[in-house]
């Protein structure tokens, strides 16, 4: 097999163009999950279980196929059946009749994404060694969500001159762009891995038969405190339905919001992955105080307030998608990265579904009560932080 023939940051690069034509295709449809599926009989409760179980299969899963791309080392070929699940999973919406046949496919494109993601960015990890971890991811997910703010308008215009199911159709085509792009980078970069054997390795490698729950303390640590996090952040779906539900804008509008979020979700990528190269973990004090402020704002006036509750929903989930990945990397042994990513994100998974069942309940049967939910979320979150940044003081154990 041929050498690399990219560099760390080109390969970082292409692999953020892959995303972003992926993104492209799945966040439209994601835009649009709360009142497509309204469209078919669904009420909030309904949106924010399929939305949270959603969410829970795109982490839980990885549980499998983290320790799987570890095991068989073939990162690669997992990763290009993720991205082939998703991008036939999305266009298919545009033919479900029922509202269980559009529930499954939304479910299946996010199984596709359980599938890839620990061995890409196990690969991207890699490449990360040595320019910066936060610097790489913050790249990756720079460009991804472009991807994330260009689809949902492209879904906006879509919806605006013939309805969902045009704008469903159209996303085959950046679909079988990004597969082509990824094949193409698989034969550029045949062995990504080979990147870290070039910079200076620190800490121990590990092994991919250690038991699943053999990780250092401050995984732990750091594991609780984003299920804490997650438990108290509403999906997106459920906000897009009360956009809906109370009329406070066309359908149509409702994307325009989400590719709002992307954008400073890509913003917010950047700033806090170089953040996390200078500073480490104590960054991620802000995630709990700006999830709390969203619900109090996106549930709590009219347009303004839920546009100002989006923008910072979208501020969060970039804290989240960029320095989380790149903390994960550095909190778990080098050859344990797939497993370390599938644990973590199974822990963060489960706690994005009972968040998203319980605030779409809470939604339909409490209004009042679902901001104050949030909100003792994160101040349990704050708490589980505090033990974090102490560990943070410490030098790690040997292992």
Not at 168 to 192: K, M, N, Q, S
Not at 252 to 263: E, L, N, S, T
Not at 277 to 288: A, H, K, S
Request: aromatic share 10%; glycine share 12%; no cysteine.
């Amino acid at each position: 097999m041929s050498r690399n023939r990219l560099t760390p940051w080109r390969f970082v690069l292409a692999f953020g163009v892959v995303s972003m034509l992926a993104d492209l295709v799945y966040e439209s449809a994601r835009a649009i999950t709360g009142p497509y599926l309204a469209t078919l009989g669904a009420g909030a409760a309904v949106v924010g279980l399929v939305t949270g179980a959603g969410e829970a299969v795109a982490l839980v899963f990885r549980l499998v196929t983290g320790p799987l791309s570890d095991r068989t080392r073939r990162y690669w070929p997992i990763t290009i059946a993720g991205y082939l699940i998703t991008v036939v999973a999305v266009p298919l919406l545009a033919v479900a009749q029922t509202f269980g046949q559009a529930a499954t496919a939304v479910i299946t494109e996010r199984f596709g994404k359980a599938v890839r993601t620990p061995a890409r960015d196990a690969m991207l990890a890699g490449a990360g060694s040595g320019i910066g971890r936060g610097k790489a991811f913050a790249l990756h997910e720079a460009l991804d969500q472009s991807g994330a703010l260009l689809g949902p308008l492209l879904m906006a215009a879509m919806i605006g001159i013939s309805g969902y199911r045009l704008g469903f159709a159209v996303l085959a085509v950046p679909g079988a762009l990004a597969v082509l792009t990824l094949l193409w980078l698989r034969r550029a970069v045949p062995r990504p891995l080979e990147y870290e054997a070039a910079a200076p390795r620190t800490g121990r490698v590990g092994h991919p038969s250690e038991p699943w729950w053999r990780f250092p303390r401050r995984f732990w640590i750091y594991a609780l405190f984003a299920a804490l996090t997650m438990t108290g952040y509403a999906t997106f779906g459920v906000l897009a339905y009360h956009l809906k539900a109370h009329q406070l804008m066309p359908d149509w509008q409702i994307p325009v919001v989400y590719a709002a979020a992307m954008g400073v979700d890509a913003l917010a990528a950047v700033a806090s992955g170089w953040a996390y190269d200078r500073y480490g973990l104590r960054g991620l004090v802000v995630l709990p105080v700006l999830a709390a402020a969203v619900p109090f704002l996106s549930f709590g006036g009219g347009v303004a307030m839920v546009w100002a509750g989006a923008l910072v929903w979208g501020v969060a989930l970039g804290v989240h998608e960029s320095t989380m990945r790149a903390a994960v990397a550095d909190l778990v042994p080098a050859g344990r990265r797939g497993s370390g990513y599938g644990v973590f994100t199974t822990v963060y998974g489960l706690a994005w579904l009972a968040g998203g069942a319980v605030t779409g309940a809470l939604y339909d049967a409490a209004p009042a009560a679902l901001p104050w939910f949030v909100l003792a979320a994160q101040a349990a979150a704050l708490l589980a932080f505090l033990p974090l940044v102490r560990a943070l003081d410490k030098p790690p154990a040997r292992e």
